[in-house]
């Protein structure tokens, strides 16, 4: 009890400083005047009794003091005093601790955006209540993209009622385009991206609304159900103003009208969760009965119920779903398989290895950082050594002065951090607010308290880490020596110059293996860029169309013709035409086969379909290599034409000629009038699968949600108004949709490779600055304090290119010492990122050769400025000097 | 100087502190001073100075409080006096210091003698 009342006296003594001096010098000045009153009665004369008085009572001062250390917080005004004295030191360095300062921001605040990323992405818990227990479900095997990803409606409801492991189980449709509904109402109509959910959607997930409720009902889920809409927060805000009584009002979209039953909340993003990089502002019920016989549909995702494992369910399905139907009424089996992934995994776990190695890279710079200023600081306390021993020795402990250099660190550090947090805001802040980096949930990223945490963790290591190499110098030198060797100059000594020498090697070292990390990267992303990817983005754009034919093929076609024509008239247009789908967007798959040959069930994979104009092969700049484009005639209803790849050619047709053969498409007829060169239809870095084409004239195929290619010699910006306003003008249904560049379709698909080589990349350029500031000011400083010894040897004949040999000499040393142990750890950590490589082995020579070049000449040159600076040295002004 | 004896001497202050206070009622610094130097002869050489640490010291743990009054003299002087939790401590520590003295005591005759 005394204990801690004690312990509170003493903190409030030390935020009362000033008051309980006051009382303490009233309390000591009637002490002593009630002894000299007390000596004056006994008779002694004023003087007299006053220093009797003073004897008795002893050092006035060292009772102030010995009061002051029993009531208040000694280590707490020692701590001000250091603090004090260290902000004041440092505003007379400023050049010094602007330096200091802004580095460690850059260190500290690439730190925490890359771990509010790793964060976001890897470590939190997805934004859903009970996370943990949400499961996504896909075939063990997927080879045709998007239609083997997905499951029939039958299977589902069958699913839905056998299974015991899922408390709740749902599915969307996995078959939506960017901008496939437009809102109608306003002066222009404005391209909405809509998507069908499962009437339980949002309530598996366990998303709260807004407003309103977020499931549909049965009736809503009926075809003959009225029209309803959830929406999303952004749409909301966005388009309807925020409408605070948004509930049962009807929005129109495509002129129907939709009541608004639900709004999502802000921190629900579907695109992140399912689909980075793209936004969906229009959630829509899953009408069961009219897709059932679509074939498959929807994408799953399952809630567990409380206490089933994930291996338990997996068991489940592994029973159920192989007896599932694709078609009840068709008789048709699906002969599905399930894998079933943590949601989370699902999510990131193809990111962990590049999230691991950016965090890495990050690390490396922190360490940098953190060893440059070591070097600054060891530089500053040797020219500091004079005042350090002169403190010695009138009484300073050896403890009292590295707790001040330290404290100086830890200054820096939290200075260095707060402004990296401010970097790091705004960084962050870009990253949530861009839509185009196809990574998961980036959209939440934010820096939280975790992230706060993390901050100041590295802070205090960081200040900690530069700080206490040059305290513990200071700690175990000798005061003598340090007065004698700072007698002449301000050199900090041998063993301080060594230690120096071991810092910039080890930092050379790191900003090695960062630099031949980007290196791979760098060159990985160069050859994913250089893949033939069978088409051609340059130059091309894309927009949607909207336009109901009421599934008419004939006036479909004269549509098409119709607006073909328009837009080749532009002046600037090339050509143009138009698809469903575009490569490296979604896509779907038929099955194909050659007419009359046999195929083992599953034997075949699933084909990638499009259904496009004639024209349209040419306007993308896809290669035909066989045989010819479509034609408008090619409509005939009794026999279709296909166009196919060399993939399905060699397959289907081995050393023959494909051309004028009969294939069949999902049963029907096709005679295949040309091949075509194969396309990366998902992204740059997955081989082609199979890839068909069709007519979109022919009656045989309806195509969806059609986009008009065009390829014109002027940008996209400047083609857009003239496009819009021709295609308005013939179709004033048509929604002011953007006329979006192919080349961004590419750019998103390798997003993510682009963004990690960005970041390790901008983080090796980091390195190796800093790096080079470190030889440079290692050097700099031992020809400085050399100036002295080479003065001499100049006046005894030495010429001046053999001192700026020297100079240099030194520096490739400490470089190549550096760059040797670098590269033998680049070499022990290549197979780290070997995973993430694209067409580049992890030891790849040129990288290595290329990237040591790099370094050594960046090492050169920060040694030769000083180099140059040691042989301007006139002998004459060294040797008069000190 | 070390701990120990810091420990000791400062203890051996407090001590004195709350018996005089104990003993004598309320106090003014210069007043508990005097008090001990009379008491203990000249045997203590005391600082008056000191006394302040531990006054201090002992008012923050609450055993003693204190408070401005003005002497006999018309003078003014912070009083201290012993609170209720300071009896308490002042019985414990004279316990104690009565028992270790009554051991040194013991253990110093012994040696003296020569009968170890």
Redesign the interface.
């Known amino acids: ?3 801690i ?2 312990a509170f ?2 903190l409030l ?1 030390f935020f009362h400083k000033p008051q309980r001096d006051t ?2 010098e ?3 000045q ?2 002593i ?3 000299v ?2 000596n004056i009665s006994r008779g002694m004369p004023p003087d007299e009794a006053r220093r009797r008085a003073l004897v ?5 001062q ?2 102030r003091e ?2 002051r ?3 208040g917080l000694l280590w707490l005004d020692v701590l001000k005093q250091d603090l004090r004295f260290t902000t004041r030191t440092l505003r007379r360095d400023s050049g010094f601790a602007t330096t200091a300062i802004l580095i460690l921001a850059l260190g500290i605040g690439a730190n925490i955006v890359v771990f509010s990323v790793v964060d976001t992405i890897l470590l939190r818990p997805l934004p859903f209540p009970d996370a943990d227990h949400l499961v996504r479900i896909a075939p063990k095997v997927s080879k045709c993209g998007a239609s083997c990803a997905t499951y029939s409606t039958d299977a589902v409801q069958e699913f839905q009622r056998q299974n015991k492991s899922f408390s709740d189980f749902t599915g969307y449709d996995a078959f939506t385009a960017p901008g496939n509904w437009k809102l109608t109402g306003g002066d222009v109509p404005v391209p909405v991206s809509q998507i069908d959910v499962m009437d339980n959607f949002f309530h598996t997930l366990g998303v709260q609304p807004l407003m309103g409720r977020l499931t549909f009902t049965a009736e809503e889920s009926r075809p003959s159900g009225p029209p309803v809409v959830i929406l999303s927060y952004p749409f909301w805000r966005r388009q309807l103003n925020a409408d605070p009584n948004i509930i049962g009002k009807a929005v129109s979209f495509g002129n129907t009208p939709n009541t608004v039953v639900g709004v999502l909340p802000d921190t629900f993003d579907f695109g992140s969760v399912y689909s980075p990089g793209t936004k969906m502002d229009v959630f829509t019920p899953y009408i069961y009965d009219r897709v059932r016989e679509y074939g498959n549909m929807l994408s799953l995702t399952g809630r567990l119920n409380p206490g089933v494992t994930l291996a338990q369910a997996q068991a489940e399905a592994d029973l159920l779903f192989p007896t599932l139907d694709g078609s009840v009424k068709r008789g048709w089996k699906g002969h599905y398989t399930a894998h079933l992934w943590d949601l989370k995994d699902f999510i990131s776990g193809s990111l962990r290895r590049s999230l691991i190695v950016l965090w890495g890279a990050v690390g490396l710079i922190l360490l940098i950082v953190c060893v440059n200023l070591s070097n600054l600081l060891l530089a500053r306390a040797a020219a500091r050594s004079k005042e350090f021993a002169m403190r010695s020795a009138l009484g300073a402990s050896r403890s009292r002065i590295v707790r001040q250099l330290l404290t100086e660190s830890l200054i820096l550090s939290v200075a260095g951090a707060l402004l990296g947090l401010g970097l790091a805001f705004a960084a962050v802040f870009y990253l949530a607010h861009q839509g185009s980096i196809a990574l998961p949930l980036l959209s939440s990223i934010r820096i939280d308290k975790t992230a706060l945490a993390w901050t100041i963790f590295i802070a205090v290591t960081a200040g900690l880490l530069f700080g206490i190499v040059p305290g513990l110098r200071i700690a175990s030198g000798n005061l003598q020596n340090a007065l004698k060797d700072s007698a002449a100059s301000t050199t900090g000594g041998q063993a301080t110059a060594r230690l120096r020498a071991v810092l910039v090697v080890s930092q050379i070292a790191l900003a090695c293996v960062l630099l031949i990390a980007a290196g791979l990267l760098l060159r990985s992303f160069l050859r994913v860029l250089d893949v033939d990817l069978g088409f051609e983005p340059s130059r091309a754009a894309a927009i949607s169309l909207d336009y109901n034919d009421n599934g008419d093929p004939v006036k479909r076609g004269v549509f098409d013709r119709e607006v073909l024509h328009r837009i080749q008239s532009i002046p600037g247009v090339q050509t143009a035409g138009i698809t469903d789908s575009l490569p490296m967007s979604r896509n779907r798959s038929w099955d194909i086969s050659a007419k009359g040959k046999h195929y083992e069930p599953g034997e075949l994979p699933g084909t990638f379909a499009y259904v496009v104009t004639p024209g349209y092969l040419n306007a993308i700049g896809m290669r035909l290599v066989k045989g010819r484009d479509m034609t408008w005639e090619d409509n005939d209803p009794k026999q279709a034409v296909v166009i196919i790849n060399e993939t399905v050619a060699r397959y289907l047709w081995p050393n023959e000629d494909p051309i004028d053969r009969i294939a069949s498409i999902g049963g029907s007829d096709a005679r295949v009038i040309g091949v075509i060169a194969d396309v990366r239809e998902t992204t740059a870095e997955a081989k082609s699968g199979w890839q068909m084409y069709v007519s979109a004239v022919a009656p045989q195929f309806g195509p969806q949600d059609p986009q008009l290619v065009i390829r014109s010699s002027l940008p996209a910006k400047t083609l857009q108004p003239t496009a819009l306003a021709a295609l308005r003008q013939f179709n004033p249904g048509q929604p002011v949709a953007d006329l979006k560049p192919i080349q961004l379709l590419v750019d998103h698909a390798s997003s993510p490779r682009r963004f990690f080589v960005y970041l390790v990349g901008i983080f090796a350029g980091l390195g190796l600055i800093l790096a080079s500031l470190g030889i440079y000011g290692v050097i700099s400083y031992s020809v400085t304090q050399r100036t002295q010894e080479i003065g001499i040897r100049v006046a005894l004949g030495a010429t001046l290119a053999r001192v700026q040999f020297d100079v240099i000499r030194a520096t490739l040393q400490l470089a190549l010492i550096g760059i040797a142990i670098g590269t033998l750890a680049s070499l022990a950590a290549s197979s780290l990122i070997a995973s993430l490589l694209f067409g580049t082995t992890p030891t790849d020579p040129i990288t290595f050769l290329g990237m040591v070049f790099v370094l050594g000449s960046i090492a050169l040159l920060a040694g030769y400025i000083p180099a140059r600076r040691a042989s301007r040295i006139n002998p004459m002004v060294a040797l008069r000097n000190n | 100087m070390s701990p120990a004896k810091l420990d000791l001497l400062q203890g051996t202050l407090d001590v004195m502190v709350l018996q005089t206070l104990a003993t004598m009622g309320s106090l ?4 508990i ?2 008090r001990i130097e009379q008491i203990s002869g000249d045997e203590v050489l005391l ?4 006394i ?6 002992l ?5 003693i409080s204190a408070e401005w009054g003005t ?1 006999d ?1 018309n ?4 009083y201290y006096s012993i609170t209720e ?1 300071g009896r308490k ?1 002042w019985a414990k520590d004279t316990a104690y210091w009565q028992r270790l003295s009554t051991v040194m005591g013991r253990v110093l005759a012994t040696s003296t003698d020569g009968g170890l």
Do not use: I, P
């Open positions: 009890m005394g204990a009342r004690e006296n003493r003594s009382d303490l009233a309390e000591l009637s002490h005047d009630l002894a009153e007390e008795r009572f002893g050092g006035v060292q009772a010995q009061q250390e029993a009531r | 003014h610094g210069y007043g001073a005097r600082n008056q100075g000191t302040y640490a531990s006054l201090v010291r008012q923050q743990r609450g055993w002497s003299n003078r003014k002087a912070k939790a401590q």
